[in-house]
């Protein structure tokens, strides 16, 4: 069965530092992987998507994330968090006839 | 293209109403989803459809909730009658037929539902 762990539910970063938000997967095979975003009062966007191709996978809005099989991980980083950034962000794996969420992890950058 | 689009975006409805939510997904997309998100709690499965069938309902809490998606375009949850731990955000998603990997969903807005 397929499922995702992450590992902080809220996260503080000043404006213009990096941003790491981990995610753990559990899978029994070479999984597809996601990162969707809700800003406040908005529905999920897609952030980026790792689907068996380069394991560094860059997405939307200077977002990027690196699938580690040996750690089973797929954290998302951005190397200067913008105030915009504050938001929900869920990791997220397909199986079966769903995709299966992480809990969530709130952003909040600081002025 | 448009995206998917849900209908309402809020609803507030007495204990032992009904309210039926509406989603349109992406034209072309065989697969549609929904996801409920209560209290801020987990994002969870409700049921997935391949065009107008019903792939797996698992999610589904109870008997008072039904989905249909007649024709494979638009899906309808009907929650009949409602009760307060029914509030929360009702998510609908679609995405293309699979062929190999998985396909990333498009989310709609989402419906808040509020039962008082």
């Known amino acids: 069965a397929q499922s995702v762990t992450q590992l902080d539910s809220h996260v503080s970063v000043s404006e213009g530092t990096p941003v790491l938000l981990r995610c753990n997967y559990s899978s029994s095979y070479s999984p597809s992987l996601f990162w969707y975003v809700q800003h406040p009062n908005k529905g999920l966007q897609l952030l980026l998507k790792y689907t068996s191709a380069a394991t560094l996978v860059k997405g939307i809005n200077g977002f990027e994330a690196e699938f580690k099989k040996s750690e089973t991980s797929f954290h998302l980083t951005k190397p200067s968090a913008h105030m915009s950034d504050a938001a929900e962000y869920f990791c997220?794996?397909?199986?079966?006839?769903?995709?299966?969420f992480g809990t969530g992890t709130s952003l909040t950058v600081i002025p | 293209e448009a995206g998917v689009t849900q209908f309402p975006s809020h609803s507030v409805i007495e204990k032992g109403q009904t309210v039926t939510l509406r989603c349109d997904p992406i034209?072309?997309?065989?697969?549609l989803y929904w996801y409920r998100r209560v209290m801020g709690k987990e994002i969870k499965f409700l049921l997935h459809f391949v065009k107008e069938s019903k792939q797996d309902e698992s999610g589904m809490p109870n008997n008072r909730f039904l989905a249909e998606r007649t024709g494979g375009t638009y899906s309808t949850l009907k929650v009949q009658p409602a009760e307060l731990e029914d509030s929360g955000v009702y998510f609908c998603?679609?995405?293309?037929?699979?062929?190999?990997?998985?396909?990333?969903?498009?989310f709609g807005q989402g419906t808040r539902l509020t039962v008082v």
């Open positions: 998603a679609s995405s293309r037929k699979r062929q190999g990997a998985y396909t990333e969903a498009f």
């Open positions: 997220v794996v397909p199986g079966g006839n769903q995709f299966y």
């Open positions: 034209s072309g997309h065989d697969n």
